[in-house]
């Protein structure tokens, strides 16, 4: 268990959560009767460099070794990635040949958008995909280390452009990540790093998304905290939804003067924020966990429940709620690296998302890619999905009502037990 902070050796750690013995995210199984491992899942809090971190590490292998998460089977990802390497696009307009590197570049949902153009150079990192080999596209297996920063270095030469979306809560050596990151990137060159926003995470107890993968949890301090530590500024700060709340934070080697007044301002606020969110987050989580499971059991009475989104976050939330497991009518997802396997603790298989439009308007979905709600719920009206859907992330709320929907009891049964009205 952990008694210093990985980041910068302090003691003054502070436990903030404790969610027991929990299946890794990722672990899908075979069959409903497979035996699966747990680990301890717990969360710390750092005064001193205000990171949030795990308290018990789980072997890289047996987290990414059979992996099932693909950025390209998430609608809203490949817009959010396409959006984003369009406007990078024209941010480079003007280069005869610039070079991108990507760490954790998963099925290359950003880099693809590149891949055609012979203006770009590209290399990915990812330790779950096999290697590609395109005249203008490398793709690495992989982990992003300082030793192999180094050998690119030697055979590629720096980049104009480098990206970690999603990828800083993975790693365990952030300093010796981002010191690799900044022998790669260019003296005018950018380092991006998106993040989710511990604020976001604190302030709307969003518990689903801690889990043994996600080794940090990050704040703008935490990051200035870490880039002063490889001799790199913060240039760039925005805000962006994904993942229920996000920061895009980009460095340089050479400092901006009216981003550092930003940042200062954005840190002096988390200096007072943070600690007060982090010593409520653990009742906050229990009174919710208690309220969920009150709810989908008086639901139950009335509906049959199925999930829709069955990502790593879901056998979290799933698992904390304590149900039986024969609860669940059915699970559907997209992705084809899931349908077919099987929750741990649950006997549903997963099933694929278009037989949504099977169930009828007795039926009733909980949407627990609740962060995804927008592109589901486009979703379930092009299936032709009859029945009634909800979330209870970040709060309970009723975000379907099919247009031909004429059962006005259980929608009144439904917003009475969320305690919401239409």
């Known amino acids: 268990m952990i008694t210093q902070c990985r980041i910068c050796n302090s003691s003054a750690l502070t436990k903030v959560l404790f969610l027991g013995d929990v299946p890794l995210a990722g672990n899908f199984l075979t069959s ?4 699966y491992v747990t680990h301890q899942l717990d969360l710390f809090y750092c005064s001193e460099c205000r990171i949030f971190q795990v308290g018990n590490l789980v072997d890289p292998s047996e987290l990414f070794g059979d992996y099932h998460y ?3 089977q998430v609608t809203a990802l490949l817009d959010h990635f396409s959006d984003y390497a369009h ?8 280069y005869k040949s610039a070079r ?3 760490i954790g570049c998963n099925d290359l949902p950003f880099l693809r958008w590149f891949a055609d153009d012979p203006s770009y150079f590209c290399i990915g990192i990812d330790p779950s995909f096999p290697p590609i080999k395109l005249p203008n596209l490398r793709r690495i297996q992989s982990f992003f280390t300082l030793d192999v920063a180094q050998d690119l270095l030697s055979n590629y030469g720096r ?3 480098v990206y970690a979306a999603n990828v800083f809560a993975h790693i365990p050596n952030l300093i010796d990540t981002l010191q690799g990151l900044r022998l790669l990137t ?3 060159g950018r380092i991006v790093i998106e993040v989710h926003d511990c604020l976001a995470m604190l302030s709307s107890s969003q518990f689903d998304t801690i889990y043994h993968e996600h080794i940090y949890y990050h704040s703008l301090s935490s990051l200035a905290y870490i880039s002063r530590k490889c001799s790199l500024s913060i240039v760039q700060v925005e805000q962006i939804p994904t993942h229920g709340g996000s920061l895009r934070v980009t460095l340089s080697r050479a400092a901006h003067s009216e981003a550092q007044s930003i940042v200062a301002r954005q840190t002096d606020l988390e200096r007072h924020a943070i600690p007060l969110l982090a010593s409520t987050f653990s009742d906050s989580v229990y009174s919710n966990l208690a309220l969920f499971k009150q709810i989908v059991s008086d639901l139950d009475q009335h509906f049959s429940i199925s999930c829709y989104g069955i990502a790593g976050r879901a056998i ?3 698992h904390l709620l304590s149900l039986s497991p024969s609860f669940f009518k059915n699970f559907y997802d997209d992705s084809p690296q899931r349908i077919g396997k099987y929750v741990p603790g649950f006997q549903p298989q997963i099933q694929p998302g278009q037989l949504i439009s099977l169930l009828s308007s007795r039926d009733i979905l909980l ?6 709600v927008d592109a589901i719920v486009d979703t379930l009206t092009l299936r032709g999905y009859r029945g009634l859907a909800f979330v209870l992330l970040p709060s309970p709320k009723l975000v379907f009502i099919p247009p031909s929907y004429q059962d006005k009891t259980s929608i009144e049964f439904l917003c009475n037990v969320l305690k919401i009205s239409l």
């Open 32 to 35: 409903h009767l497979q035996r």
């Open 100 to 102: 991108i590197l990507e």
């Open 316 to 318: 979290i939330f799933l």
């Open 70 to 72: 693909s950025s390209s």
């Open 367 to 372: 949407i627990t890619a609740w962060n995804y």
């Open 159 to 161: 980049f104009d452009f």
């Open 186 to 188: 260019s003296d005018t």
């Open 87 to 94: 406007l990078v696009k024209s941010q480079y307009s003007n």
